[in-house]
């Protein structure tokens, strides 16, 4: 028998259910606030004290200075949501998370901080800027969800091995919920993905192996 009309709207539901969990649970201020603490963690040998100074200025400056401009902004009306799905809003949100997070790069070279932690705050800028360039140079509103789980995935990989590749599942997940939820296509998605893994990742792998 043909699904009802019921069924049909029930099964809708649940999709957008999931894919609004993805997008809010694995969006781009999540992964830059977890993933440099868990970076340092790693490369500080575990050292608590170290890892949390180190992990928090890439993540203070990287996620939740620019997560507070973003919503605040929101709470205005200069863009639709706290995740800027209009392209043309996207200009003030990048600028203020390219200059929070020099900010953060900048401390961490002044400090000295482990090399790991210097390149992934330049891979993450690196990101920023070919993501700018894209959309308002290209007028193509690639996916910063995609981008930075892609990108995150890379690292998390190098520094932790290769069977974080399951985290891959995530990035399809999230990237099915941009589409699923029509704030992205699947073109978006697919060259957000491809950003992170080449210009995130290989920036990454790139300049942690240069300056070790």
Known sequence: MPPTLSTETATSETRRRAARIATEVLAPWVWVLGLPLAVAW?????????????GLIVGITGSLIPMAVIVRGA???KWDSHH???RAGRLIPFAACIGSLALGFVVLIVGSAPHEMIALAAAELACLLVALAVTFGFKFKIS???IVAAGATVMLMRVYGPWLALLFLGV????WSRVE?????????SVGTLVGLIVGGGAFITLASALG
């Open 84 to 86: 800027v799905t209009n």
């Open 75 to 77: 709470k205005q009306g």
């Open 181 to 189: 939820l029509k704030d992205h296509s699947v073109a978006e998605v």
């Open 42 to 54: 790693q490369v500080t040998g575990h050292r608590l004290g170290e890892a949390l100074m180190w």
């Open 144 to 146: 910063m969800h995609a």
């Open 172 to 175: 399809a997940w999230v990237c």
